[in-house]
């Protein structure tokens, strides 16, 4: 049996607590639709096993080191994702192993509406759970791919939810460093939440002038110039990263590309400000916004002024 190991769902014992309330109370009737609810769910939620209150069902996504699973709450019915780490597997990386437990520890001090959140974490023999928020509205990279590219007013509404969840981080002192297109699901209602803070780390240090990071990684292809070049760099990597997720959005493409890759290239282009052809259609303002003052001075200095 997995233990838990950070404060989770309303998980009461439902089949102990439910019964006694009953025989305590006769003249009160639960209706008869709310009180088979759970147990419907359970009955008809088809899985592979059962990890602590949760049943675990079939598998959403797949990384290298980690997948993640669709769940069921057992005590509230209430369908959950569960990202599961394969020990073994991160015990072949020494930076994942380092800091798997890092990213729920992150994870767990952020509560923001266009952030997924992080439930409770368990852990077994073999794995590594992490139960988080179920988006229903799946991936933005498939609402891209299916749509070749997304309307403005979507990009918008988008951005500005973005903007309010890394200021919201950054204002609390943690860097995602792993903010792309691939990182970003939609609810029911199509609003943005980003997932995946296992690359996330907190920027140490009182008052205006915190450390700085140096480890490089992320996606280079969304990956800020100053951390590409491996100099020590701060929150405004996330800033670039969104700019760069806007174009992604705007255009279907990215703005940096590099055939055949190679990260040097990729950082001269950059620097040199050579960006992926703009197609006629995006407005002169989104141009202006997203273009010529490409991530650092336009998105920059909305976050910049809170800072």
Not at 96 to 118: A, G, W, Y
Not at 187 to 215: A, C, H, Q, W, Y
Request: net charge positive.
């Amino acid at each position: 049996m997995p233990a838990v190991t950070s404060e989770g769902l309303n998980d009461g014992n439902l089949d102990t607590v439910l019964p006694q309330w009953e025989s305590q109370s006769k003249e009160i009737q639960i209706i008869a639709c709310f009180s088979k609810m759970p147990q419907e769910s359970v009955k008809n939620f088809p899985h592979t096993k059962r990890v602590g209150n949760y049943l675990v069902g079939k598998m959403i996504n797949k990384g290298s080191f980690a997948k993640v699973m669709e769940g069921l709450h057992i005590p509230t019915g209430q369908k959950v994702a569960m990202k599961v780490i394969d020990k073994k597997k991160a015990k072949q990386d020494s930076y994942v192993l380092k800091n798997m437990k890092r990213e729920p520890r992150i994870h767990q001090m952020i509560k923001h509406p266009s952030i997924v959140q992080l439930y409770e974490t368990l852990e077994t023999e073999n794995s590594y759970y992490m139960v988080m928020e179920l988006c229903l509205g799946g991936d933005l990279m498939d609402r891209i791919c299916d749509k070749k590219k997304l309307e403005e007013r979507d990009v918008r509404r988008y951005i500005r939810q973005l903007l309010s969840a890394v200021e919201h981080l950054h204002r609390h002192g943690i860097v995602h460093r792993d903010l792309k297109i691939e990182n970003f699901l939609l609810d029911e209602n199509s609003n943005i939440k980003i997932v995946d803070f296992g690359l996330s780390n907190t920027m140490r240090g009182e008052g205006l002038s915190p450390d700085l990071l140096s480890t490089q990684c992320g996606s280079p292809a969304y990956a800020a110039p100053e951390l590409l070049a491996n100099k020590k760099y701060g929150v405004k990597v996330d800033v670039w990263s969104i700019g760069v997720s806007m174009f992604a959005m705007l255009t279907g493409t990215l703005p940096f590309t590099v055939e055949p890759f190679n990260i040097k290239h990729l950082h001269q282009k950059m620097v040199n400000g050579e960006i992926s052809p703009i197609p006629p259609d995006i407005s002169a303002g989104m141009k202006i916004f997203n273009l010529y003052q490409q991530c650092e001075t336009g998105i920059s200095s909305l976050l910049s002024a809170k800072e």
